[in-house]
């Protein structure tokens, strides 16, 4: 009896052993508050261990940790002072002579034809507010074409790339603009195959290249992360600024380097009136010969919600501040002279930088541990827990920036 006994006690103590969470796991997710992760394990079988296991294994805690602390203790800080765009520093495309247009439009098709641009497309989210699971991009919008967004800049990318090739002396010459598509996990699979269902919509397949985005995970608003199930952490991508960092990672600016690409043209998927590898706005870039751009409209109303541009203090760098940011009475603010919004450039999301500069913020970037706090419903073991997604926005990198210029489309 006394050996059966031992042998019972001896299988629990395995059984026991097996159940736990590994140790050394289990003390590195004490250091950062975390451990809770693991207070559903005994419940959880041993596929669905293994899978919460890999995981947080995959977890890169100590920056994750540095991102939810200083995002956090830099909630309610003020900000800088800003000082508003002098209009005088905005160029408009519009108000410039014939002859200077066209030679715009003329040297930034030059640079095409040379395959110095690349063309980056912000394409991470869903179109939940359009009320479809699909990527933004798949979304029809209601042309009597039935043309998607993705279809409408698909054929935007083939119109310039004829017309740069018409441009030079070997017209037969197809210089492709390589089109470097940002996804998420969330829409990864789903674009690939609807670009691949329609046959990338006359553009070869080699000359578009889809990358995902980083995510991070979703934290309560003190800090702890979401479970989303008992064995999976709710996650969300990083924000389109997750571009630099993903860049990066994926080895695609080494790519553009060797494609002899110097310049790139980054826009978000949801701008149904995007122009995709603007001519003259490349040709005015390169005619400043600055290390980044952005394209702005004129603010319709104080209280319309998109960020602006603004300088930060006196001499500071061009920055974009979000509309939920601005105190009521700057978003207001009056010209006496004009009679037009002091903060009046709204960003559009129409951007080109150098590749050199792209190298430079990439590194920068991946390690500002300030991001943007989203207070969003995110899926929980508790149906939905109101908690905080981490955004970084491509208007980031222009504080990094020696040299910013906007360049005005009237609408």
Known sequence: M??????VLRSE???????APPLALLEKLKNYGQDHVFSLWDQLSAEERDLLVEAIESLDLPRID???????ESKGLPGPSYEPVPEASVSTVEDRTPDERHRLWKKGLKAISQGKLAVVLLSGGQGTRLGSSDPKGCFNIGLPSGKSLFQLQAERILRIQRLASQSIEDSARLVPIHWYIMTSPFTD???????ESHKYFGLESNQIIFFQQGTLPCVSKDGKFIMETPYKVATAPDGNGGLFSALKSSKLLEDMAMRGVE???CYGVDNVLVRVADPAFLGYFIDKGVATAAKVVRKAYPQEKVGVFVQRGKVGPLIVVEYSEMDPAMSSEIHQTTGNLRYCWS????HLFTLDFLKQVATGLENDSIYHLAEKKIPSIHGSTVGLKFEQFIFHAFAY???????????
């Open 2 to 7: 006394a050996e059966m006994a031992e042998m």
């Open 13 to 19: 103590e395995r059984e026991e052993a097996v159940a």
């Open 66 to 72: 540095r991102i939810i602390k200083c995002s956090l």
């Open 189 to 195: 699979e789903a674009t690939r195959k609807y670009f």
């Open 263 to 265: 310049y790139v043209d």
């Open 347 to 350: 960003n559009v999301c129409l």
């Open 401 to 411: 920036s020696p040299s910013t210029i906007l360049f005005e489309k009237k609408i």
